[in-house]
């Protein structure tokens, strides 16, 4: 039952006590360091982490900006997972239309879709 309960986002508390230690470890900062980054006191920094309890939620954002995660990171959730980027020539000319401008890009996605429509019927060559 005690493993259902740590799994509910946002229930009021982080989901380890040690989490947001965790993210200030691995972020290579001290107490005192983590709290001047966010305009706060040690000692709340010291009881967030002893407690599990959540830090008010307007310090929420430069929080996971000083500790380099999510907002979602630190509230306890995974990581977001990366999209597969294609490799190789597509990938290359996937990043070279990446930096035309909106209406350039926006082009090409229709010769694509033209192009896959195509493909799709059977009567593409």
Known sequence: MQAFFQKIPYAGSMAATSHLRSLR????LSVRELARLVGESHTNVSYWERTGKLP???????M????GVSVEE??????????AVPGGKLGRVFGEVSKLPRRQQQKVIEMAEGFLAL???GSGG
């Open 74 to 83: 630190l509230l306890g959730e995974p990581p977001p997972k990366r999209a």
């Open 25 to 28: 470890q691995k972020a290579g």
């Open 119 to 121: 493909q799709r019927d």
């Open 64 to 67: 996971s900006k000083a500790l």
């Open 56 to 62: 008010r939620a307007d310090l929420l954002v430069p």
